[in-house]
């Protein structure tokens, strides 16, 4: 009988370390799962960053384009020469300035006098 108590006292030891060795699995199996968790949260945000990027480069080239028509539009306005010198004159302002804000006002003068004192 001493033989089959051993037998039993065995098994019951082989069982506890499978016990242990499945919780030691486990939590090598989760520590595992973090790990690859954690990659494929990096692998998102790269995506997420990759449609960020494209987002904004639309949208400057959006704004850069939309810059380029009004650039068009004001160049398009017709100014008289002489509201410039004397916007610039008075106002002791650059021609350059004088001249947008004229083109900004559609060539209206007082508009652009007021504009700029304001």
Known sequence: MEGGDDGGA???AA???????SKDLQQQSKALDKLTDRVEDRQLDSSRVQSAMAALASSKEADWNAM???EKELA???INLTD???IANE??????VAERTLREH????VAA???LLH
């Open 10 to 12: 065995a098994a019951a």
């Open 15 to 21: 069982a506890a370390a499978a016990s242990v060795d």
């Open 68 to 70: 380029r028509m009004r």
């Open 76 to 78: 398009a306005v017709k």
């Open 84 to 86: 410039v010198d004397i």
């Open 91 to 96: 106002l002791e302002l650059d021609k350059k």
């Open 106 to 109: 559609k060539g209206d003068a």
């Open 113 to 115: 006098i007021r504009s």
